[in-house]
């Protein structure tokens, strides 16, 4: 079993396919600036839906206060294309992830359904501007995840342990 990430340890590279195309390349998509990496267990999940509907509601403020964003889940591309178009998402979105590799780089729990196969949990990173988690949040089944709120206010509250 793959071990948790820890706060303080470099978030490892990770390389999803992109929506569109192209790659997004983990963390240093991110580099020099406070970053939420979100991986979701998939575009059928209400929660899910719940999560990113909330990220594109302060997807501004995020924007505004310079925390970077991106999402990832193990869809194709073309389910991946259809949340993005539901949701109105703007920013980056990766599908079809590799979820042994996922697992290996972050240990991520996985879970199997009849009805949707292996998918990966939902997990939450807040990234600092050097690479460096903040905070890690493990979910090992539906609910347990990021929200907008509580990113904004632990980056302004390291941003003050900064000055």
Known sequence: MSQHLQNGQTFPRLD?????G?????????????????????HWCPFCNEQMAA????FDT???QGIKLAAFSVDDEA????FIAKHHIRFPMGHSADIDAVVDATGAYVTSF?????FLETTGFVIAPDGSIVNAVYSSRAIGRLVPSDVIRLVAFMRSLAT
């Open 55 to 58: 990220f594109v509601d302060a």
């Open 79 to 82: 389910s991946t294309q259809e």
């Open 22 to 42: 192209g790659v997004l390349h983990l963390p240093e998509d991110f580099a020099g600036s406070y970053a939420v990496l979100l991986i979701y267990r998939g």
């Open 16 to 20: 999803i396919p992109a929506v569109g």
């Open 62 to 64: 995020l924007s505004q």
């Open 114 to 118: 009849p009805t949707r196969g292996r």
